[in-house]
Structure formats: structure tokens, C-alpha cells
């Protein structure tokens, strides 16, 4: 859950913020020396916002604090002076030469933190994030490899029932079994955050066990941050125990307990390095919506063939709730394929036609979420203003200067600027991935994206004929 602060630009919120933000890092899991050092980082951060961005001018900053399994985020948003930090770096021959010690404090800050990014808005001001990882115990640290590595036996009979936190650690055994340090979803090689996450009920899911109690099988369902849908994303059959029908008994118990809980909708990101999952979601009615290019980073998967790229997900998506027609304004390059893809899911679209556009703003409201492990960054467009070419430009370089590999933009399809959004998108080199059914807001979504990676097409694999449809597409696109 983010927590967001309005602060004022005044010498007297500093220590009381810093202090917060010590106490946090400790309540989501941090050691006192590394939540010293994230404060001591936030502390080296806003004191310079208070002290030189508003110099002449009283104003305010704000503050998000965002916590996940794996790390803590915090993003600073202000209004004030214009400034670059990555044109004042540190340089020690300075500092000894000449007193000029310019840019240290933003030295010390990335030495304090795991991550440090700036994102320069032009009229939209200045955004800093800082990341501290939450060092948890890995599974590989609370078991010997002899241990982990030891595969149940046959059984009679398996039973299934709903995962409680007492089966964290077999899970975390059951996945390093099974895929080694492959598995894309780090957190799932840690116990600790396997039980974080049921705990904040961030996820639900079944295990199957043999009679004799020896954990074979696992599927949770994620739960969105901003949308009552929750994505199939975490999924392992032991080895020796594949074809008795755990996937099948796993896969319809959880879509039973998504219908219970009330859920609009279930999506799956299936893998292209292979078709299987793929092929299981198609069995229980999901459809294929999206092609999520480079979505993955490069990972050998045991059993499969080596590819040497990164991982590209198909959408495949669940309705839980019947709906017959919708309205969108559907962009003209794209709308004769996002009727072929609201078909196969049961819907007719109604185009609605932009008569008179409403007058743009000032200013566009894109939030911003980065995945620094997989290198990859979605961007959620809320607001369409004046700003937006501008805003989406300066918010890739800074995304290119950290080394994101791929960027991904939603735009809602129920806002007339989403037409004007997606040619302003195409001219920055972005390109079509598909429909997001109800994944923002319980509202359908564009999804555009941008990949700065080269990838070979024939080693993305999908299973069925909306997949392919849309692959082709994206295909056309990015040559043309």
C-alpha cells in the first residue's frame, strides 16, 4: 500500500519525515543499518529540495512510499527550480583540486541506496526515486542442496487445499526443484515473502500434496493493485508428478475461489518460449488478448530449449463476469484488430467517434512503475495534456540512461485521447501489443510498447489464432 505525504519546503519537516521513513524501512523488513541508510538517503534528498529548489519561494514536495515483497521505493515529486543532478556529478579530482565538491550529495545517496533515478517533467517538475532491497533469506540458505533436491516419491493420492503461510517454505523448495534459479518470480525463492504476501492478502493459491504429505503442486492468483481481476502468476508441478492431473485439479479450484471472492476477471502472462501454458489457459476458456514483447529477462528453463532473448508473455484473459457490448474510442490503426479481439471475447465495441475534443490541460497524469530486475517499466496514462509528447519523451530518456530494455504504455479506452495518445506514441517508436481487459480502474486499456532490444520473431511461440493475429501485426508494425 503507498503511503503519500504533502510536505511544505521547511527546515522543521525534514528530521520528523526522516524519522518516519527510518521506522518504516524497519516495519517492512529492513536491518536498523540498512533502514539508517535509506533515511540518511531520503534525509540527503529533500534537505537539498528544501534548501535550494525553493530558495526564493515557500512551496511543497510530495512523498510516496511504495512497499512490494522484494523492496522499498520512495518517490519524491517537486515543483521547484529547474535542476539536473546528472549534470552535476561528483568528481573527486575536483574536490581535491579545487574545494568543488558539486554533486555530492547525490554521490552519497547512490551509495546508500541499491537504486537512484531521476525524471526531469519540464512544467510537470522533478521526480527522484530511490529503492532499497529487503535482503531476505533465499531457500538455498535454509536448506542443503541434498535437501532441495530431493524429489517425492510416487504417490497413491494427492490432496489439495488452500495455501497457508505454514507451506511457504515447501513452496520455495518446490520451485527451486523444479526450475533451479530460473523461475522468473524471485520471490518465490523466498519464504519470507511468500508468507508477506498471503499475510497482506496480496495473492491466494491451492498446493497439492502426496498422501504422504510431500508438496507436488502449487498456483496462486495475484491480486491487482488497481483492478478486482488478479492474474494465474505463480505456477509448479514437481517433476516426477507431471500428467496425473495436478494442473488441471489446481487450475479449476482456483478459478472456483476467484468466483467466490468476486472476482470481474483472471489474466495469465504465458511464456512464448514454449506453448504449454499457453495451451492450459486456452482449455479453461481464456483468451488471447496481447503480446507483451521482452516482457521476461533472458531465462533457461529446464526441459526447454535454449533461446537467447528475452521472454515475450501472451495476455490470455478470463471473464468471470459476462459482458456483451462495451463503447470505446478505438484508435483507426488499430481498431479492425481490437474488434477481432473483443470478439473473441464474447464482446461487440461500439467505435465512438471524436466530435468535439475537450480542451487539453496543462498537464498529462502518467503514473510510473519500474521493474529494475526484469529492466522494464509500464506507464499508466490517467490524464491527457498539453504536456504529454513532452512528458512521454523525458521520461524515456531517463528510462534509457537506467537501462530499461522495454517500456509499456496503457491508455484507457473509455477517453477520447486515446486516439491522439497512440500516433503522438507511435512517433516516439512505439508499437501495438494488444487489449488490457478491465486492468486499470475495471476499465479496458491500449497497451503500446517499445523495445530496445532486437528479437527474433520465430522464437516466439504462441498457441492460438488471436495470438498469432496479433503477433503478425506487431510484426507489420515494427517493419513498416
Known amino acids: 500500500m503507498d503511503i503519500t505525504l504533502k510536505l511544505p519546503s521547511q527546515i522543521g519537516v525534514i528530521q520528523p519525515a526522516v524519522d518516519f521513513v527510518y521506522s518504516w524501512g524497519l516495519y517492512h523488513g529492513l536491518s536498523e543499518r540498512e533502514a539508517s541508510e535509506l533515511a540518511t538517503a531520503f534525509d540527503e534528498l529533500i534537505t537539498d529540495i528544501v534548501l535550494f529548489a525553493f530558495s526564493e519561494v515557500e512551496g511543497e514536495f510530495s512523498v510516496i512510499l511504495r512497499d512490494s515483497l522484494s523492496q522499498l521505493e520512495i518517490i519524491v515529486h517537486e515543483l521547484g527550480e529547474p535542476f539536473d543532478p546528472e549534470r552535476h556529478r561528483y568528481s573527486v579530482e575536483k574536490a581535491v583540486s579545487e574545494g568543488n565538491f558539486d554533486g555530492a550529495g547525490f554521490e552519497v545517496i547512490r551509495h546508500l541506496v541499491d537504486h537512484f533515478i531521476f525524471i526531469y517533467k519540464g512544467r510537470a517538475g522533478k521526480e527522484f526515486r530511490i529503492i532499497k532491497e529487503i535482503k531476505h533469506p533465499h531457500i538455498t540458505q535454509l536448506f542443503t542442496e541434498e535437501q532441495l533436491q530431493l524429489e517425492p516419491e510416487k504417490a497413491v493420492s494427492y490432496q489439495i487445499s488452500p495455501v497457508t503461510e ?13 526450475y533451479g534459479y530460473t523461475y522468473p518470480k524471485e520471490d518465490m525463492y523466498y519464504p519470507d515473502r511468500i508468507v508477506k504476501a498471503l ?19 502449487y498456483f496462486a492468483v495475484i491480486m491487482s493493485t488497481d483492478s478486482n481481476i488478479g492474474e494465474v502468476g505463480e505456477v509448479v508441478v514437481s517433476p516426477k508428478h507431471r500428467g496425473k492431473g495436478i494442473m488441471k485439479m489446481m487450475m479449476k ?30 482449455k479453461y476458456g481464456f483468451k488471447s488478448t496481447a503480446l507483451i514483447l521482452g516482457f521476461f529477462p533472458y531465462a533457461e528453463y529446464r526441459g526447454f530449449e535454449n533461446k537467447q532473448q528475452r521472454i515475450s508473455v501472451v495476455i490470455d484473459f478470463l471473464p468471470l463476469k459476462k459482458r456483451d457490448r462495451v463503447e470505446a474510442y478505438l484508435p483507426a490503426r488499430y481498431s479492425r484488430i481490437l474488434r477481432k479481439i473483443y470478439r473473441n471475447l464474447g464482446i461487440d465495441v461500439k467505435n465512438i467517434p471524436v466530435r ?8 498529462s497524469t502518467v503514473s510510473l512503475q519500474i521493474n529494475y530486475r526484469f529492466e522494464t517499466a509500464v506507464m499508466v496514462v490517467k490524464k491527457y ?11 524515456l530518456q531517463a528510462l534509457e540512461k537506467k537501462g530499461i530494455k522495454g517500456v509499456y504504455i496503457d491508455l484507457p479506452l473509455d477517453e477520447p485521447f486515446t486516439k ?13 501489443s494488444g487489449l488490457m481487459p478491465l486492468f486499470h480502474r475495471g476499465k479496458d486499456y491500449l ?34
Open 166 to 178: 505454514d507451506d511457504a517454505e515447501d513452496i520455495a523448495r518446490l520451485i527451486y526443484r523444479s
Open 199 to 217: 499475510r497482506e492478502g496480496k495473492k491466494f493459491g491451492v498446493i497439492v500434496r502426496t498422501d504422504r504429505g510431500e508438496a507436488v503442486g
Open 253 to 282: 479450484a482456483l478459478i472456483d475461489m476467484a468466483k467466490a471472492r468476486g472476482l470481474d476477471g483472471l489474466f495469465g502472462e504465458a511464456v512464448t518460449v514454449h506453448t504449454i501454458s499457453q495451451k492450459v489457459n486456452a
Open 356 to 363: 468535439n475534443p475537450s480542451p487539453e490541460g496543462d498537464k
Open 385 to 395: 495534456g498539453g504536456d504529454f509528447a513532452s512528458r512521454i519523451n523525458k521520461n
Open 420 to 432: 491522439k495518445a497512440a500516433d503522438i506514441l507511435r512517433e516516439e517508436g512505439f508499437v501495438f
Open 447 to 480: 497497451r503500446m510498447q517499445k523495445i530496445y532490444e532486437e528479437l527474433d520473431f520465430s522464437y516466439i511461440n504462441v498457441f492460438s489464432e488471436t495470438a498469432e493475429r496479433i503477433k503478425r501485426f506487431i510484426q507489420k508494425e515494427i517493419n513498416s
